[in-house]
Each structure stands twice: as C-alpha cells, then as structure tokens.
C-alpha cells in the first residue's frame, strides 16, 4: 500500500466511523430533537472523511471539486431540513 | 485498494438498516422522516464510494443528483405541519399558539 | 467485496420493501417507499447503468417523495385517510397473484434472452453515425426514437388528464396553494440557494448527455425539482394554466420531435433524421424535451388549478 492509499483508506475509516455514530445517535437518544441533533451532524462529517478519501483516491482536481460540490450541497442540505424538521416536530408534538 | 471502497460502502450500508429500525419504530413522523434524511446522506456516501471503487467519475453524477435534491421529501414534510399544508414551520408561530391539533 | 456489497444491498432493498408494504401507518409506508427509491438507484449504480440511476435517483429519491407526501397531506386534510386500510382478502389475493404472474414472466424473458452481445455492435455502428458518446442517447433517439416521442406525449397527456379535475369555474386558475415562508427564514435562504444550483445541474446533465451519462429526462426531472423548490419557499408562485408561456414550454419538445419526424418523411422514413445532420438534431430535440419535461412535470406536481387567477 502506498503513502496515499493508507490516507484514503484512514479517512474512509473515519467516515464510517461517522455514519455509525449518527446511526447510534439516532437509535438511542431520548426524544426527537435530541435525535435530530446526534445524526444532522454525524452523518455530514461522515460524508466529508468519505469525500476527503475519494478525492485523494481520484487525485484530480476537477473530481475534487465536484465531490466538494456534493458535500456542500448536501451539509446544506441537512442542515435546512434538520432545522425545519425541529420546528415541524414542536408543532405536531409526540403525534404518530 | 478498489475492496476498500466498497467495505467502507458496505459499511454505510449498515449504517443504513439502523436508521431502518428508527424509521419503523417511529413513533412520530419527525423521526420516520429524519431517518429518511440520514439514508439519503448515505446515498450520496455510497454513490462516491461506488465511483471511486469501481473507477468510474461519471457515477459521481448520481451523488450529486442525490444531494441537490436530499431536502425535498423533508421540505414537503415540514409543510404538512403547517395549517393548510403551505405554510413554514418557522414562519407560523402565532397561529400556532392555539396548536393545531395534528391530523 | 462487489459480491457481498451487491448481496447486501438486495437484502436491504428487499427488507424495505417488505417495511413500506406491512406499512405501521401510510406516512410510515411513505417513508420506506423514499428510502426503497434511493436504494434502487443505488442498485442501477451498482450495475454501472448510471444512466438509469440518475433518472431514479431523480425521480425516485426525489420528486416521487413531494408527490406522495402532497397526496398524503391532501387526504388528510380531507380526512379521507382510512386509519387502519385493511383490504378485503380476495384483493390481496389477487393482487399476490397479479405480482407473482408478472415477478413469472419477467424471470422467463430473462432466462429466454439471447447470450451474448445482444445487439451491442450494432448500438456502437449507429452510435458513430449518429456522432454520440452515449450509447444509451444513441439507442433512445436513434434506434427507438418513436418510442421517446410518445412517451413525451403520454407525460403530456397525464398532465391533460390532471387537469380535466379542475373544478368548475377555476379553469384557467393557479395550481397549488400559494406558499408563505418567513422571509429571511431557512426555508426562503434555501430556496433562494438551491434552484440555481439546480438549474446549472440540470443544464449540465442534458449537456453531458451527449457523450456521457445523463439526458433530457434526467436534466427535465432536476429543473423540475428546481421550480418546485422555488414554489415551495414562496419565492415565486405557479403560472396559471392557460399562460400562453407556459404552453409553449409544454409543447416545444413533443412538437419539435414531431416536425423533425414529420420533415424526416420526406427524406426516407418517419423519424428519419437528415444526413450529415444527426447529432445537431438530436442535440436540439434534448434541450426541447428537457424543458418541456421539466414543465410537465413540475406541473404534474402541483396538481389541478385550485385558485382563480388573474389576480396576480
């Protein structure tokens, strides 16, 4: 394994790691809004490591930057929705 | 190198049956529709991992459908909270003092 | 490791399947049918038909999940949601037996298709005549060009058929409640964000899909997604139906597609297209069908007109 490859593959490590800790969060918090907290930030961290690991592996600047694309727009993406979702959650309370 | 990858997409996949088992559980919708948004992040892990794994950068393209369009169904969800479905969540507080009862 | 990863992902697309039909609740049922979108999508990336997956991830992950969620919040509003729908046992017998014919037969035509290359070569001659990269553009304008034109037209003809439910006196209204949001709100911030990414996406996608993965459809279902965001967060309100723009968004691709097949008549055959002149076209009937599929859809969407217009 190269220099580059051990990189790629710690940041992959990293994101997984990421993923699971939303997954976890998600699963074992108490009620909604602690929920919403635990994933809209796990799971976007988790997606950077995996961009970072990506873009080293492809190690093309114009891959790069649409892979950066895709993790802006999704973090905004999950952001929004988890700030929306809270208010939506206070309004209709424990409904099911 | 191509095998790690595809484990580290393997293993988002499992990140992906958990948020299943909230997305069942439920009991309100806000965590039905929050593991919804979760998978989709893990959508757009998977597809990047796909494409680096099998070498292929237009899969890339599939990613980024995927995350400009992560927030619609949370979006459309938010609305029905609202009274007549076209309100936003943020904007209601006052009508939403005498709280709607939820359908 | 492509194997296990394959394996698992059937598994989990199986699983979710069975989640949204045993269902705990509609909105439940609805949460796993957004999620069984995305994994197939998934499932067509997997099989490198990123084609395919683009149009799933599209449609699948994203309009589908507005649409049904609309129709939920509709019936609701209505109360006409059935709390605990438990359908009578001679429908779901039949309606097993129905999914287990057609699961049948597919299998069948499946076992029963030549070996081989298929008609591979063929698609790659016709693709260098035709000057495009993308072979799956090539087969859909090229090779089954009739096909695309009337499924064109049949997403128009929904769309008719959508707004045939007008109610009486609001023909010509505006489709869809008009939508508030707090101006400086996330919603309006992110309204105000997205549809431009949107637009240069989709863009994009009609324009890759020349020599790359990608095509009007992909590109006419993410400008809807655009339009429909910009709806959503009260930036900018419906067209009313009977908007003379609006109609000539509507019509300009099907109509395109049909003069060129109509002109190709002359030289040859329906559809055929004039020589030395293919790829611009093709290119011209992409960037048509596009917008009109984008409007078309959007439109399909937003749902019959339900306010009177001209008060704009």
Not at chain 2, 3 to 23: E, H, T
Not at chain 3, 1 to 20: E, N, P, Q, R, T
Not at chain 3, 105 to 129: C, F, N, R, S
């Given at each position: 394994?190269?220099?580059?490859?051990?990189?790629?593959?710690?940041?992959?490590?990293?994101?997984?790691?990421?993923?699971?800790?939303?997954?976890?969060?998600?699963?074992?918090?108490?009620?909604?809004h602690?929920?919403?907290?635990?994933l809209?930030?796990?799971?976007?961290?988790?997606?950077?490591?995996?961009?970072?690991?990506?873009?080293?592996?492809?190690?093309?600047?114009?891959?790069?930057?649409?892979?950066?694309?895709?993790?802006f727009?999704?973090?905004?993406?999950?952001?929004?929705?988890?700030?929306?979702?809270?208010?939506?959650?206070l309004?209709?309370?424990?409904?099911? | 190198?191509?095998?790690?990858?595809?484990?580290?997409?393997?293993?988002?996949?499992?990140?992906?049956?958990?948020?299943?088992?909230?997305?069942?559980r439920?009991?309100?919708r806000?965590?039905?529709?929050?593991?919804?948004?979760?998978?989709?992040t893990?959508?757009?892990?998977?597809?990047?991992?796909?494409?680096?794994?099998?070498?292929?950068?237009?899969?890339?393209?599939?990613?980024?459908?995927?995350?400009?369009?992560?927030?619609f169904?949370?979006?459309?969800?938010?609305?029905?909270?609202?009274?007549?479905?076209?309100?936003?969540?943020?904007?209601?507080?006052?009508?939403?003092?005498?709280?709607?009862?939820?359908? | 490791?492509?194997?296990?990863?394959?394996?698992?992902?059937?598994?989990?697309?199986?699983?979710?399947?069975?989640?949204?039909l045993?269902?705990?609740?509609?909105?439940?049922?609805?949460?796993f049918?957004?999620?069984?979108?995305?994994?197939?999508?998934?499932?067509?990336?997997?099989?490198?038909?990123?084609?395919?997956?683009?149009?799933e991830a599209?449609?699948?992950?994203?309009?589908?999940?507005?649409?049904?969620?609309?129709?939920?919040q509709?019936?609701?509003?209505?109360?006409?949601?059935?709390?605990?729908?438990?359908?009578?046992?001679?429908?779901?017998?039949?309606a097993?037996?129905?999914?287990?014919?057609?699961?049948?037969?597919?299998?069948?035509?499946?076992?029963?298709?030549?070996?081989?290359?298929?008609?591979?070569?063929?698609?790659?001659?016709?693709?260098?005549?035709?000057?495009?990269?993308?072979?799956?553009?090539?087969?859909?304008?090229?090779f089954?060009?009739?096909?695309?034109?009337?499924?064109?037209?049949v997403?128009?003809?929904?769309?008719?058929?959508?707004?045939?439910?007008?109610?009486?006196?609001?023909?010509?209204?505006?489709?869809?409640?008009?939508?508030?949001?707090?101006?400086d709100?996330?919603m309006?911030?992110?309204?105000?964000?997205?549809p431009?990414?949107?637009?240069?996406?989709?863009?994009?996608?009609?324009?890759?899909?020349?020599?790359?993965?990608?095509?009007?459809?992909?590109a006419?279902?993410?400008?809807?997604?655009?339009?429909?965001?910009?709806?959503?967060a009260?930036?900018?309100?419906?067209?009313?139906?009977?908007?003379?723009?609006?109609?000539?968004?509507?019509?300009?691709?099907?109509?395109?597609f049909?003069?060129?097949g109509?002109?190709?008549?002359?030289?040859?055959?329906?559809?055929?297209?004039?020589?030395?002149?293919?790829?611009?076209?093709?290119?011209?009937?992409?960037?048509?069908?596009?917008?009109?599929?984008?409007?078309?859809l959007a439109l399909?969407?937003?749902?019959?007109?339900?306010?009177?217009?001209?008060?704009?």
């Open positions: 394994m190269t220099l580059i490859e051990i990189l790629a593959s710690a940041c992959l490590a990293v994101g997984v790691f990421f993923f699971f800790a939303g997954t976890v969060g998600l699963l074992r918090f108490p009620d909604v602690s929920r919403l907290h635990a809209t930030k796990a799971d976007n961290l988790g997606l950077a490591f995996i961009v970072l690991g990506a873009g080293i592996h492809f190690g093309d600047v114009m891959i790069a930057a649409k892979l950066a694309l895709v993790w727009l999704a973090v905004f993406a999950a952001g929004a929705a988890a700030q929306l979702v809270a208010r939506a959650a309004r209709t309370g424990d409904e099911p | 190198m191509d095998d790690v990858f595809l484990l580290a997409a393997l293993g988002i996949l499992v990140s992906i049956a958990g948020a299943l088992f909230r997305a069942w439920g009991p309100t806000a965590d039905r529709m929050m593991s919804a948004q979760l998978i989709g893990g959508g757009v892990g998977v597809a990047i991992l796909l494409a680096a794994g099998r070498d292929a950068p237009a899969m890339l393209d599939v990613a980024l459908v995927f995350a400009l369009l992560a927030a169904a949370a979006l459309a969800f938010v609305k029905t909270a609202t009274p007549d479905g076209a309100g936003d969540p943020e904007a209601d507080d006052t009508e939403a003092q005498d709280r709607e009862p939820a359908p | 490791m492509s194997l296990v990863f394959d394996i698992a992902l059937c598994a989990l697309i199986l699983g979710v399947a069975a989640m949204a045993l269902g705990r609740g509609l909105f439940a049922s609805l949460a049918f957004i999620v069984y979108g995305l994994l197939i999508a998934l499932a067509w990336l997997s099989l490198n038909a990123i084609d395919v997956a683009l149009a599209a449609i699948g992950a994203g309009v589908t999940g507005v649409l049904l969620i609309g129709a939920w509709a019936l609701n509003a209505q109360s006409a949601l059935d709390p605990d729908p438990v359908a009578h046992w001679i429908t779901r017998v039949f097993g037996l129905g999914c287990l014919a057609i699961g049948g037969l597919l299998a069948l035509a499946i076992l029963a298709m030549p070996g081989g290359t298929g008609l591979t070569t063929e698609v790659i001659d016709t693709q260098g005549q035709l000057d495009l990269g993308n072979s799956v553009t090539a087969v859909l304008l090229g089954r060009a009739y096909d695309t034109l009337l499924e064109s037209i997403l128009l003809a929904a769309l008719v058929a959508v707004w045939s439910l007008t109610p009486q006196g609001l023909w010509g209204g505006i489709p869809g409640p008009r939508h508030r949001t707090r101006p709100g996330v309006a911030s992110f309204g105000r964000l997205l431009p990414a949107g637009l240069i996406a989709g863009v994009y996608l009609v324009w890759a899909g020349s020599d790359a993965p990608g095509g009007a459809f992909q006419g279902t993410v400008l809807a997604a655009a339009w429909i965001l910009a709806v959503l009260g930036l900018q309100d419906e067209p009313e139906v009977t908007s003379p723009l609006l109609r000539a968004a509507l019509l300009i691709g099907p109509a395109l049909l003069l060129v109509a002109v190709g008549a002359g030289f040859g055959g329906f559809l055929a297209y004039p020589e030395g002149f293919e790829k611009p076209v093709i290119l011209a009937i992409e960037y048509a069908l596009a917008l009109s599929i984008a409007a078309t399909l969407v937003a749902g019959p007109p339900r306010r009177p217009g001209g008060a704009r």
